[in-house]
Structures are given as C-alpha cells and as structure tokens.
C-alpha cells in the first residue's frame, strides 16, 4: 500500500514530464518453430505484450523469464537479451531481422506460434535513474494480473492507432505508451516486497510516511534530521540508517533531489525567474540553487530552460 498518495501523484507526475512525444508502437515479432532473436542493449524503455504463444527472455544472469500469452513486459534500460524458444539454436540478430521487414511486423521461421507486440517509452536523460531506481530492469505483468486487460485494451488501441493513421495518430499513440507505462509501474509498486531500495519502495514504507508528508507538503522549508525523525517517533540515527536502507539515499539527499524534480517541472513550463524558484524551494541564492540543479541534473537550470523552450 501506497503511505502518501500526494508523493506517488508527485512521482508519477515527474516521470511523465520526461516522457517524449515519439514514444508509441514499435511493430511486432511473429515467429515459428525452434527460433531465437539477440535484442541489443539500449537506453530506451520499452514493452512487449505477447498476444500468442510462449518464449523464454533470456538477460544472461542464467535465469530466463517465461513469456506466455496475455504477460506484459516492461524494459528499463535493459543489456543485451535474447528472446528465444526450446532447444532454439544461435539467435538471429534483431537488426538482421529487421533488414528484410515489411511493414511493421517482423517474421521469424515459419508459421505463427508466437506473437507479440512491442514499443518504446523515450526518456529525457537526467532525473530518470531517480525515479526508477530501485526497480529491477525487466518488470512482468502476468496475464493473471486485474491490471492486464486494462493493459491489453491499450496495446490494443495502440495497434489500431498505428494501423489507421488517422491525424492525431502519433500523439494519441504517446499519451497510450504512458498510460501503459503507469498501469504497469502501479502494480509493480502495489507489491512493496518486490522492491530494491529506491523512491517508490520509500512512498510505500508506513514508518516513513509522516516524514514525506512533512517534505512533499513543504519541500522548500529547511526540514532539519531531528525534525523528521520526531514526527516519525524514531531516534535521529533509526531515522537515518531506516530511510537511507528504504530510499537508498539520505532523507536531506532525497529532499535537494525532490525540490529539483520540482524545479525542473516549472522550468519546463515557463513563465518562472530563477531567483524565485531558489526562494521557493529554499535556497538563499540563485547561484546555491544552481549548483544543487546542475549536481542533479548535469547541467545549470538556464541551460535547461533554455533547452525546453527550444
């Protein structure tokens, strides 16, 4: 169970803000037979939905992941894997494959034992890694799920939006890849126990709970440790070692990273003065909140407003 629905809301917020427009459908996989394909490593999040059929998803760690009909998968930045059935000999690189495609649909062998159907999720660079630490590189919605068929009337209608071309196509398509991108991160996160240490497994701890109510709820406030451990009844040092075992980082860590989420958020809309976004979220200059923004980030935040508005 999710402790601060204001704080997962937040979350969820910041992440689609890093979403681009381009993400959609990429095409799907038909295979038959005794078959393998080697994906290469990439930067992307993508998802599959295997409509028919069953494979192993092979990441080199000697412990593949059955893939069956109704499962959807969702790829954070993942290495190379192989996607590959019994007894299949060497895998067919996915870019050979590619070369000689028509249409959107790659086929594999011969027949149709296997389907599925997969697309990318384009991610700016910078709070990214923030919000999907702790989550394991390949998440699994099993057909079983009551989240599936929320998941699969969205394949669905990514598939008939790429299929129709009607004008709108491209953003409708986009605002679908999120969608599905937040069904499949809510029933990731309903499991807390499946959670390494990281923001979302924070948002569902019930003894952190009244410290990030108190940082959501005023982040530019200058919270002090003996604050926040007060109002979670735990000694400075418990609060400490407890929050930074959940979260992975530092309650003050995770609050400079919160007001900088917050701040690239209003950044990206426009209309606000960097001095008054330091005053804001506690800084007591325009240059100390530029240092936090680019330690963050990377870069300043007028570098990134600037990069936005373009």
Not at 130 to 146: H, N
Not at 263 to 273: E, I, S, Y
Request: proline share 6%.
């Amino acid at each position: 169970m999710i402790e601060n629905p204001d704080a997962i809301d937040d979350l969820f917020s910041d992440l689609l803000e890093l979403v681009r427009a381009r993400s959609a459908l990429s095409g799907g996989l038909r295979a038959g037979g005794r078959w393998a394909v080697a994906f290469p490593a990439t930067s992307r999040v993508k998802f599959w939905g295997i409509r028919s059929g069953a494979a192993w998803i092979d990441l080199g760690d000697g412990a593949p992941l059955l893939a069956q009909a109704g499962d959807v998968f969702l790829f954070h930045a993942p290495g190379p894997h192989v996607l590959r059935t019994d007894g299949a000999g060497l895998p067919v690189a996915l870019d050979t494959l590619a070369a000689g495609r028509r249409g959107a649909i790659l086929q594999l062998g011969d027949g149709d034992d296997f389907f599925m159907i997969g697309g990318k999720v384009d991610l700016d660079e910078g709070s990214a890694p923030l919000l999907f630490g702790g989550l394991p590189p390949v998440l699994r919605l099993p057909a079983a799920s009551p989240r599936a068929p929320g998941v699969h009337w969205i394949l669905d209608r990514l598939v008939a939006e790429r299929e129709a071309g009607l004008p709108g196509s491209g953003a409708a398509s986009a605002q679908l890849a999120q969608l599905m991108l937040i069904e499949i991160l809510r029933a990731h996160i309903a499991e807390p126990a499946l959670l390494g240490s990281g923001y979302f497994k924070a948002l569902a701890d019930r003894r952190l709970a009244p410290a990030l109510r108190l940082m959501h709820g005023e982040p530019g406030r200058a919270w002090r440790l003996p604050e926040l451990a007060a109002a979670c009844a735990m000694s400075r040092a418990g609060f400490a070692d407890h929050f930074k075992r959940v979260a992975g980082a530092s309650p003050l860590h995770y609050l400079t990273e919160l007001r900088m989420r917050l701040a690239r958020r209003r950044l990206r809309q426009g209309g606000v003065g960097l001095a008054r976004l330091a005053g804001e979220y506690g800084y007591g200059s325009e240059s100390a909140f530029s240092h936090a923004f680019k330690r963050v980030f990377g870069e300043s935040p007028k570098a990134f407003r600037d990069g936005a508005a373009a």
